[in-house]
């Protein structure tokens, strides 16, 4: 019998606990999920990965709170605003938002995160997750225009996803409010309404993006 050219990745070894296992045994998917993850996780961007990555204005982020309750945020910028650090590492930058800051307020307390990268004209998808940290003294901040901090991400692992399911879309425009040189953003109307005027921070004010 042939030897299987397929060798163990230790990349993947973390990416399955219990629950997994229990609904793959189900489904009788061990081996498939196993032989995937052979194939196609890795614990280093590639020069593919990396120019996937670069090519995206946009992706999600899911965090987790101190109690492990996830949310997932979007986040949007000008293309390339995703930066390539090196092969384990990635960062982006925290633009002005609503002053909630779930994501960046999770990862102060469980740095553990997943982005998902998605091309929808066309459809390709690369998932990545890593450990997070927010840093309001990044050097990368002269980089940005109007960035408040940056997040720097530590690969555990990257690999891409099966795009058969992502419908697929057309970019129409690129949103105005994103921070260019050389330009100020207009106001968004939610920071014009009277009842949160007496909240707004100093630097949020309705004058300001």
């Not at 070894?13 to 196609?40: C, K, M, P, V, W």
């Not at 945020?73 to 002053?99: C, H, L, M, Q, W």
């Not at 997943?114 to 309001?136: C, M, Q, S, Y």
Request: glycine content about 6%; proline content about 5%; aromatic content about 10%.
């Amino acid at each position: 019998m042939a030897e299987n050219p397929v060798t163990a990745n230790p990349a993947a070894d973390d990416l399955y606990h219990d629950g997994n296992r229990e609904i793959q045994a189900t489904f009788d998917s061990e081996r498939l999920a196993d032989r995937l993850t052979q194939i196609i996780v890795h614990d280093e961007i590639t020069d593919e990965d990396r120019q996937f990555i670069e090519s995206r204005d946009m992706f999600f982020i899911s965090t987790v709170d101190s109690q492990g309750r996830p949310t997932v945020s979007y986040k949007g910028g000008e293309v390339g605003f995703v930066r390539y650090v090196d092969k384990k590492t990635i960062a982006y930058p925290g633009y002005d938002g609503n002053g909630m800051f779930l994501t960046a307020g999770n990862i102060a307390s469980n740095n553990h995160v997943g982005l998902l990268f998605i091309d929808l004209e066309k459809p390709n998808r690369l998932r990545l997750h890593g450990e997070a940290t927010v840093d309001i003294n990044d050097p990368l901040l002269a980089d940005y225009v109007d960035a408040k901090y940056i997040i720097r991400i530590t690969i555990r692992n990257i690999f891409v996803n099966c795009p058969r399911y992502v419908h697929r879309y057309q970019k129409v425009e690129q949103s105005e409010y994103v921070p260019k040189e050389g330009c100020v953003a207009p106001t968004p109307e939610w920071k014009t309404f009277d009842i949160i005027q007496d909240v707004l921070p100093e630097n949020m004010s309705r004058e300001t993006s």
